[in-house]
């Protein structure tokens, strides 16, 4: 955008001029036609230049971070449990989370089933999530606000998922202990999402981009479970009450779900019936 601002447009103004001024003939620019076919001539340019510059290198930006955040949060993650520069034990830091009246996930290939069902879920509630996060930006009056604070949700929570996959922390659990800290969720994603109200959006998903792994590691090599519920018995307070962040994409998501469960058991009516 730099080069944009102070190299490509100048040039294009110096080879397209815009004022009747620039010209060595007078004629030329009578009647005003011949600036309005170079102001539709820059404007043609620049826009050449976004579709074959600015979002291949956008959308081939965003495929390399995903892949590159996994790594990031496994070697910040593996770095913490070797060097015991963590407070706490990295791999029992989700005790917290895990310890629960629940039952644990089942060995052998019933607990890979049950991690591809929780995966595969995960990311049909986040994918509704996402949705509502844009719908919400549409409304009068509070849309900033809300998609503020939603957006300040999902990068939180995409930052502990990392830790939470690595410790096999249950999808029950993560979304439990979210939303009945939801507070403090709040608070740690809203850093990311700042720079949204300050910069353009290519550069704001940039600035995102790059804080985003330094997040990831802070959630990583934090005992952020186990302080939260330190606190809460320090206090011997109930808190705040659970705030229920992802009811309108666990509610979609369900219902999705059951549309294909009632899909596969008719067609196990009828190869039955076959």
Known sequence: MFVLKSVVIPTLLWILPDQCSQFSSQELC??????????????????????????????????????????????????????????????????????????????????????IGEQAYSLLLLSFFCIEVYATGLLPFIGKFMNFLLLSWMYAYYCFEYKWNFTEVGLDKRLDFFETNWAFFAGFG?????????????????VMAILFPLFVLTATGSPAEEVISAKRRTWKVAGLSRLPIFYIADTLSMKVLSFFSLESQEQIKDSKAL
């Open 30 to 115: 009578s009647g005003g036609s011949i600036l309005k076919f170079y102001s539709f001539l820059r404007r043609g340019l620049v826009q050449l230049l976004y579709v074959f510059w600015f979002y291949p290198f956008y959308v081939f930006s965003i495929i390399l971070s995903n892949l590159w955040y996994n790594d990031i949060a496994k070697h910040g993650f593996a770095a913490m449990e070797t060097s015991g520069y963590a407070t706490t034990d990295p791999s029992k830091q989700n005790e917290t989370l895990r310890n629960t009246e629940h039952q644990e996930r089942p060995a052998g290939l019933g607990g890979v089933m049950i991690g």
């Open 190 to 206: 809203s850093p990311c999402v700042l720079a949204i109200f300050f910069f353009s959006p290519l550069i704001s998903y940039g």
